[in-house]
């Protein structure tokens, strides 16, 4: 508790007011019991999926999103990449929009100066992000052209689990470099992110197959050299 105060850490799921359990800690000195019992209390009672639905501004039942959810976790990706994709799926990212709501204005989308940088301006409809999915559409790994709602919740699938998870690897590599490509411009890091490309994603993968066990390693390596 120590550390969450000193360092004000939030930890609220509540998209309307991130930091309300926050306030509450500081100001409830009269708690006594373990913050475990504390915190769940002030979640709201709508649950994950409606926190999801609020930051995409969508309108997906609550077993639509606990089966996003079982695929995800249920994946071969790397525990890092459940991770970022976790965070993709409920919106856990600082953009703009969230900034302005809380009282930072002026904080503009780095790519094309848009003040309503959102998690689908972000992810979707950027310019610049929709020709990085303009690249990811040329990939031969699908003769359907998916459309960026399957590719971002993983419904971008296929019946051949090997095949399923170079498409899902594919995605999540997208993803993750246009976070990172987006922030290195904001934060004007001197480290570029790199470009996106089929070559690039291979070798990713290839890194990622190399720590498979050695069963798995021949049929993910023959189908991706077979692309």
């Known amino acids: ?7 004000e850490v939030p930890l609220s799921v509540d ?7 926050w306030l509450f800690a500081k100001h409830t000195r009269w708690w006594t019991w373990a913050a475990s019992t504390y915190y769940p209390s002030l979640l709201p009672h709508q649950g994950i999926a409606h926190q999801c639905n609020l930051r995409w501004k969508l309108k997906k039942s609550s077993s639509w999103w606990h089966a996003r959810f079982y695929t995800l976790w249920g994946s071969c990706f790397t525990f890092k ?17 969230f900034l302005s709501k809380h009282g930072l204005q002026g904080v503009t989308c780095p790519h094309c100066a848009s ?3 959102d998690l689908r301006h ?4 950027c ?3 929709q020709i990085w999915r303009n690249i990811l559409f040329l990939f031969p790994i699908s003769d359907i052209r998916p459309t960026k709602f399957d ?8 019946d051949n689990f090997a095949l399923g998870w170079i498409r899902r690897s594919c995605v999540s590599l997208l993803l993750s470099n246009i976070w990172a490509f987006r922030n290195s411009k904001l934060f004007q890091n001197k480290i570029s992110a790199l470009n996106f490309s089929w070559q690039f994603c291979k070798a990713k993968m290839r890194l990622h197959i190399d720590v498979m066990l050695s ?9 991706l050299d077979a692309l």
């Open 1 to 7: 508790m120590q550390f969450l105060q000193q360092y």
């Open 15 to 21: 998209a309307s007011n991130p930091w309300r359990d």
């Open 81 to 97: 990449t459940k991770i970022f994709m976790w965070r993709v799926f409920t919106g856990h990212f600082t953009v703009g929009a």
């Open 115 to 117: 003040y309503s940088e």
């Open 122 to 125: 972000a992810f979707w409809a």
């Open 127 to 129: 310019p610049l992000i």
């Open 151 to 158: 590719c971002t919740f993983l419904l971008f699938n296929s």
């Open 215 to 223: 069963r798995d390693k021949q049929m993910y390596l023959a189908l």
